[in-house]
């Protein structure tokens, strides 16, 4: 099944907008959240097929949504990209132990992304 509908979870509002723009210009259908706690709202009330999620933000963290939605048998079986500012090997590693299926370093490249995406559906 090709992936249509994706969350995009992000303190930042540039970084929302970015990957927003990449996303709706290639077809997608994309909602947002600006930490942890609205996204595990959102991603309850209207499950998405596919979460873009970024690392350092309030509250809880990209790792600990990750891992909720990993251990959650209703949720489990949305895939999840981490995009994140931090770049080293070990955060890539936790990132993927957590349960999300890839991991892209901020600035994401646009053309990488939509590869995973497609990989994934």
């Known amino acids: 099944m090709a992936i249509q509908r ?11 907008y970015y ?9 997608f259908s994309v909602s947002t959240a600006n930490n942890g706690e609205e996204a595990l709202a959102k991603i309850k009330a209207d499950k998405p097929q596919l979460i873009l999620m970024d690392v ?4 809880a963290n990209g790792f600990q949504v990750t891992r909720s939605i990993a251990r959650d048998p209703e949720l489990q ?11 080293q090997e070990t955060d890539r590693i936790w990132g993927l132990r957590q349960g ?18 497609a990989a994934l559906g």
């Open 19 to 27: 990957l927003t723009d990449i996303l709706v210009k290639n077809g």
């Open 100 to 117: 999300a299926r890839e991991y892209l370093v901020k600035p994401v490249d646009a053309a990488e992304l939509l590869a995973k995406i």
């Open 77 to 87: 079986d949305v895939p999840v990209i981490i995009c994140s500012s931090k770049n």
């Open 56 to 59: 350092v933000m309030p509250g």
């Open 6 to 16: 994706i969350l995009i979870v992000d303190d930042s509002p540039t970084e929302r």
